[in-house]
């Protein structure tokens, strides 16, 4: 079985200053992890994904995650945050090598930005 | 336009209505999903579907049923709505080869 833990649930960072959203996750095969972002009144827009390629990858708008499978983590990173940023994150983790496609959320992350 | 379309955007309605909300995508996908979302727990999924003839149930589908009538259209009905339906519910669609999902705007429901 999948599952995804968010590690915080709210997380304030000053403007300019490192983002941290952390994310662990469980997957009897090799998942296929992502982020999106969900903005106020907003859909949910993809801010990157791995697939078993590189283990560090780079999305949009500055984010980037590192897979590390010996622990288990997905952490978004952002080396400085803008008042833009500020919204809801979600770790998300899919089983793409059973078939099953399901895609699993995370409880979500609320990132405020102090000015 | 959008990719994945939901219809209505918003719906408030009467317990014990049924009330379907539809989803059509323009993808070209055969993996099409439901989602709810409350504060605090994150998308949960309701059920899913590989294609016309395939359908799944997902973590939390009592209440709720699904019709695929094509492969770009995905609806889903609540028979009688209750009040602890009232929720924000995304329609997903997803490409095999790319792994990533695409979600709709969302229908933000609520049963009073």
């Known amino acids: 079985a999948q599952s995804v833990t968010q590690l915080d649930s709210h997380v304030s960072v000053s403007e300019g200053t490192p983002v941290l959203l952390r994310c662990n996750y469980s997957s009897s095969y090799s998942p296929s992890l992502f982020w999106y972002v969900q903005h106020p009144n907003k859909g949910l827009q993809l801010l990157l994904k791995?697939?078993?390629?590189?283990?560090l990858v780079k999305g949009i708008n500055g984010f980037e995650a590192e897979f590390k499978k010996s622990e288990t983590s997905f952490h978004l990173t952002k080396p400085s945050a803008h008042m833009s940023d500020a919204a809801e994150y979600f770790c998300?983790?899919?089983?793409?090598?059973?078939?099953?496609?399901?895609?699993?959320f995370g409880t979500g992350t609320r990132l405020k930005v102090l000015a | 336009d959008a990719d994945v379309t939901q219809t209505p955007r918003n719906r408030i309605t009467k317990t014990g209505k049924r009330i379907m909300l539809e989803c059509s995508q323009t993808k070209g996908h055969d993996r099409m999903y439901w989602y709810r979302q409350d504060p605090g727990l994150g998308l949960r999924l309701i059920y899913y579907s590989f294609d016309v003839k395939d359908i799944n149930k997902g973590e939390i589908s009592d209440g709720y049923s699904v019709s695929r009538q094509a492969q770009a259209k995905f609806s889903l009905s609540l028979e009688s709505a209750i009040p602890n339906q009232t929720a924000l519910y995304f329609c997903?669609?997803?490409?095999?080869?790319?792994?990533?999902?695409?979600f709709g705007q969302g229908t933000r429901l609520t049963v009073v």
């Open positions: 998300v983790v899919s089983d793409t090598t059973s078939g099953t496609y399901k895609y699993i």
């Open positions: 791995y697939t078993s390629a590189a283990t």
């Open positions: 997903a669609t997803s490409d095999p080869n790319k792994f990533e999902a695409f």
